[in-house]
């Protein structure tokens, strides 16, 4: 079992993080409970399909260097299912993988459009159910190794960073239906793009591109 900085076990870290059985399941917007039409408590949460469970919105907009009360928050949440942290001035995320585990069975969009990351904490690839990631906005020059180990994920957006290519390894991800990668500095694409058979959309205006791989002739499913 991982420990962090400080020598906490993820186990003990998880459970100094869980809310008292009375607080609600729903969005954290502040640290504020929320609202009893967004919100249920965690017995009335129901499950549905592929062991994800039905969720609510997780929302922020702290200090955006208090990474620690974010951290917090986020361990303190239960059931969500949308993480949004679209224009918090974050320059980082929180690194603690005890945190991104504990969102991992039920997060299916994570949004963090419009901050200043650089990078990802690693443990971004637990989340496993994520089916959405939304990167627009950034200070991205590579795309994130975690990303890459979403094999769930449809929709990737990556518009308005400062990313010069894409890894083979995109490739991988073979679920991708949309693909954003507008106002970039992309000069080439890789041959894996070819793989993406279930991409639809494809978004590469305003990048550095002379030519486009041969496999993207492979991909039918483009409108």
């Not at 308005?160 to 500095?185: D, K, M």
Request: a negative charge; proline letters at 7%.
């Amino acid at each position: 079992m991982g420990e962090d900085e400080d020598g906490r076990s993820e186990a003990s870290f998880a459970s100094s993080m869980m809310p008292p059985p009375s607080s609600y399941a729903g969005s954290a917007i502040g640290g504020e409970a929320p609202p009893a039409e967004t919100a249920a408590f965690v017995d009335e949460m129901p499950p549905i399909g592929e062991g994800v469970v039905a969720g609510v919105t997780f929302e922020w907009r702290g200090d955006p260097e208090a990474i620690g009360e974010l951290e917090r928050k986020l361990g303190q949440s239960q059931f969500v299912a949308e993480c949004m942290l679209d224009g918090c001035g974050l320059a980082r995320l929180p690194t603690e993988p005890a945190v991104w585990t504990h969102l991992a069975r039920t997060l299916t969009i994570l949004s963090l459009n419009s901050n200043g990351l650089m990078e990802l904490p690693s443990a971004i690839g637990r989340l496993q159910q994520l089916r959405k990631l939304r990167l627009e906005g950034n200070l991205l020059r590579e795309l994130p190794s975690p990303v890459l180990e979403l094999k769930r994920l449809e929709e990737l957006s990556c518009g308005c960073n400062q990313l010069t290519g894409l890894p083979e390894s995109l490739g991988g991800l073979t679920a991708l239906v949309e693909l954003w990668l507008v106002s970039n500095e992309i000069s080439y694409l890789p041959q894996s793009l070819g793989s993406l058979k279930r991409l639809r959309k494809l978004e590469l205006s305003a990048n550095a591109l002379h030519e486009l791989p041969r496999s993207m002739g492979k991909l039918s499913s483009l409108t």
